[in-house]
């Protein structure tokens, strides 16, 4: 279904343990969960070989617990918030793989870089002083629209956005090269336009109550 190169991130928020259970038993082993309450409570109950994405609004004040259980924070979506990941990460002794969130899409979602925002943040070389924080590519959402016009546009303008960040080698960058986009009703249009994970919760668990 999925084309080479493309990983699957099982959407698992609001699901119980045993449907991720039931997916982790089937293969599955890549999970994404959005609150970080439901994440903690989650992971004991859980073989302990899942890679955990975080994909949702990160406060503040939840940044510390949760430093240390993820593969992956998949949105990062403002310099305040990756610079408490990386002084949390530091502490911890850790190093924490981030994605950063980009905002393309009409009003959905309020959170995210503008894309001039992420290119400015790159060249001004902000990630720099960055120790303990790994940002391996970025993460966004297309409006939500049965226009697949708009949506396609949407994520081919993420997708330009992460072009000119990773084909800049003076910014030396390493690893970054994730490009998360597509959810259960538009993935196929993310792929095309060069998605490198896809992140599916409804189409494999159902609907959400
Ligand atoms: C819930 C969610 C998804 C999955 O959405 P589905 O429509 O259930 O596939 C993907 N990405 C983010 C950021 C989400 O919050």
Redesign the pocket.
């Known amino acids: 279904m999925l084309p080479p190169g493309v990983k699957l991130c099982a959407?698992s928020?609001f699901h119980p343990v045993s449907a991720i259970q039931e997916a982790y038993n089937a293969g599955q082993r890549c999970f994404?969960e959005?609150r970080v309450q439901e994440l903690l409570e989650k992971i004991p109950q859980l073989p302990s070989d899942i890679d955990w994405h975080f994909?949702?609004h990160l406060q503040t004040n939840k940044v510390r617990p949760l430093i240390g259980k993820t593969a992956l924070i998949?949105?990062v979506d403002s310099e305040k918030l990756l610079n408490l990941i990386d002084s949390e990460s530091r502490k911890a002794g850790v190093v924490t793989k981030v994605l950063m969130q980009l905002h393309v899409a009409r009003e959905e979602t309020k959170f995210g870089f503008l894309p001039e925002e992420l290119l400015s943040f790159f060249e001004e070389r902000k990630f720099e002083c960055l120790t303990n924080t790994h940002i391996c590519g970025v993460?966004g959402?297309a409006s939500n629209t049965d226009d697949n016009e708009r949506v396609r546009a949407d994520f081919a303008e993420i997708a330009r956005v992460f072009r000119e960040i990773s084909g800049n080698p003076s910014l030396g960058l390493r690893g970054f090269d994730v490009v998360s986009m597509g959810?259960?009703?538009d993935w196929p249009i993310a792929v095309e336009e060069g998605a490198t994970i896809v992140?599916?919760?409804?189409?494999i668990?159902g609907d959400?109550k």
């Open positions: 959407v928020k994404g959005s994909i949702g998949e949105s993460m959402m959810m259960s009703h992140r599916i919760g409804s189409m668990f959400r």
